[in-house]
Every structure is written in C-alpha cells, then in structure tokens.
C-alpha cells in the first residue's frame, strides 16, 4: 500500500463534503498491523518501525488487522518540529 501524497491544486475545494487538513512538517507512513504485530513504512517502502518504539508498542497491538496512513510528528513548544522527528 502507497500513503497518500498531498498535490498541489489551482482551486482548494469547499463545502460539507470536504475536509482539510494543515501541512504536517513530519514523515509520511504506513503502519500496518496484523495479528498484533506493529511496523512502520515510510513513503519509499523502508522499515523504520525501531524509531517509533512509542508506536508499535502502543495500544494498536490489540488490532488483528488495520492499517493507518497518516505523518508522524514531533512538537516542539506545540508546533511541528522537522528536525527532531528525523533526529529519531
């Protein structure tokens, strides 16, 4: 499974039907579960499920089955901070 990407577009749609979201300055991933077991893929495909033991040892382990598209981030005094996820 490939994350989605965000693409830039000439017209930012609106309306009830639409949700957006802010641009999340962290990494893009996949993490996957099955049978309880946890791991992380990044948007290339590689692994990175040792940096993020907050992650795969949490709660989701109790999921047979689920996968979640999303960035990881870290916050510094509440905002996105780049450098320290990727110091991970």
Do not use: Y
């Amino acid at each position: 499974m490939r994350p989605m990407l965000a693409t830039p577009t000439p017209h930012v749609p609106s309306g009830p039907a639409w949700r957006h979201e802010v641009k999340w300055d962290g990494i893009r991933a996949i993490v996957t579960v099955r049978g309880g077991e946890v791991t992380i893929a990044t948007r290339s495909g590689a692994d990175c499920s040792a940096r993020f033991p907050e992650i795969t040892g949490s709660h989701l382990r109790d999921f047979d089955d689920l996968v979640l598209d999303g960035e990881i981030v870290a916050l510094t005094n509440g905002r996105p901070d780049f450098r320290a996820v990727m110091h991970r």
